[in-house]
């Protein structure tokens, strides 16, 4: 019976690491699953323009960071979890976010990775955006980067320097939003 009562103290104890965050009255989880392995949450927030919210971003990694630098260069498998909360997340202008944030951040000069850029948005965008979808970037070393719509998979794009422009739109030094940026690095 003491045996039973320490495993089941362990259990318990072992919970919160597996719970969940609210942001903004949103629940996210504090672990995601990747390759097999558990990345934590480094830090999440809320998506803002013009005082509206627009959706909640979580960061996961496999050792939080609250260096920038760190996340958009690292070789690890980390992800960018995206739930739209707002019906004025359409295709278009998330399309438009996206190729800016990609132009900001690779300095403007995105043609090493325009190409690519472009088959992820035409890939992963092909059907409509609504409230209440989950979006997902995964990275996983030598592998790429697997953009998922609700849990579907749609298109892998090669490269850790796709990964780092890509990461850059929410962490390079001109962010989509300066405090969300804070918020995925856990400042």
Do not use: H
Not at 8 to 26: D, E, H, R, Y
């Amino acid at each position: 019976m003491k045996k039973l009562a320490i495993v089941l103290v362990g259990l318990v104890m072992a919970l919160p690491s597996f719970s969940q965050t609210k942001i903004g009255g949103n629940v996210m989880p504090n672990v995601m699953k990747v390759d097999g392995e558990y990345l934590k949450m480094n830090g999440g927030g809320i998506r803002e323009k013009f005082f509206l919210d627009l959706y909640v971003c979580v960061l996961y990694v496999e050792d939080k960071t609250s260096d920038a630098n760190t996340v958009i260069n690292d070789d690890k498998k980390m992800a960018i979890k995206i739930k739209v909360i707002s019906g004025m997340v359409d295709n278009e202008n998330f399309e438009e976010a996206l190729r800016e944030g990609f132009d900001k951040s690779t300095g403007g000069d995105i043609s090493g990775v325009k190409d690519r850029m472009e088959t992820m948005i035409a890939e992963g965008f092909k059907e409509d955006i609504k409230t209440n979808d989950f979006y997902d970037l995964v990275y996983v070393p030598g592998t790429g980067t697997t953009l998922y719509k609700n849990d579907k998979a749609l298109v892998t794009v090669k490269g850790l320097d796709f990964k780092k422009a890509l990461f850059g739109v929410w962490l390079c030094d001109e962010p989509a939003d300066d405090d969300l940026k804070e918020d995925l690095l856990g400042k």
